[in-house]
């Protein structure tokens, strides 16, 4: 089953809103999340490293200001994209690591963003 | 340069076909590297590890080569539900979780 829960799956709104995307690990704890952004017919592009307890660490070329993140427990990380403009229609992907158990990433089942 | 290049493909072969993908990275102090497998609107899923002795799963086996810094997969007896894209993924520190992932390759096995 799944062990990293992202919501909402899907998001429809107008320009200039405020959205806020969750991801939850399950069954684990997760100091650390990171989030990326994949476009059409491209790669996933890491934008940010969300730490438990401390600020984010974000991507060259990533506006903090505009995506918020906040990783306040160590089952929840959210990355709120503030006043959300057509460009930055995209589909959203967290993952979470399981060090514990030393796997490889979990990715949550992604939040495709469409601004109108 | 990519740090992490792949041939995005298509490849469109007949079932039962066999297919490799390539990838190469730039960071020769890369850590780890995985194979992922995305598909059409879902998120990636890992597919495999990658070791330096190779490694085999059923119908895939991934290689890697350190000297040269690249990653292959193979798929044998290809079947209609191996059709996806394909992610070379290289984790370039061991000290933090951070993946690269590559474009992709997107296989299309056709009946």
């Known amino acids: 089953g799944a062990v990293v829960s992202q919501h909402p799956s899907w998001v429809i709104c107008k320009s200039g809103t405020s959205v806020k995307i969750e991801c939850r690990s399950l069954d684990f704890q997760a100091t650390t999340m990171f989030w990326y952004r994949q476009f059409p017919k491209q790669s996933l592009m890491l934008m940010a490293t969300s730490n438990e307890g401390s600020k984010a660490t974000y991507e060259q070329g990533v506006e903090k200001d505009k995506f918020l993140i906040n990783h306040a427990s160590l089952t929840l990380s959210t990355l709120t994209v503030t006043s959300a403009h057509p460009e930055d229609s995209s589909f959203y992907i967290c993952?979470?690591?399981?060090?514990?158990?030393?796997?490889?990433?979990?990715f949550g089942d992604g939040t495709r963003l469409s601004i109108l | 340069r990519k740090e992490v290049e792949q041939d995005p493909g298509p490849f469109n072969v007949p079932e039962g076909a066999t297919v490799a993908f390539n990838c190469t990275y730039s960071n020769s102090a890369s850590q780890s590297f995985f194979w992922y497998r995305q598909d059409c609107r879902k998120e990636p899923k890992l597919l495999m590890s990658?070791?330096?002795s190779g490694n085999e799963d059923g119908r895939f086996t991934a290689q890697l080569n350190r000297a040269s810094q690249y990653i292959s997969l193979l798929i044998r007896d290809s079947k209609l539900s191996d059709s996806a894209t394909y992610l070379c993924v290289v984790n370039p520190s061991s000290n933090t979780g951070k993946l690269i992932f590559g474009q992709g390759t997107t296989l299309q096995v056709k009946p």
């Open positions: 990658v070791y330096s």
């Open positions: 993952s979470a690591d399981r060090l514990d158990r030393g796997q490889p990433q979990h």
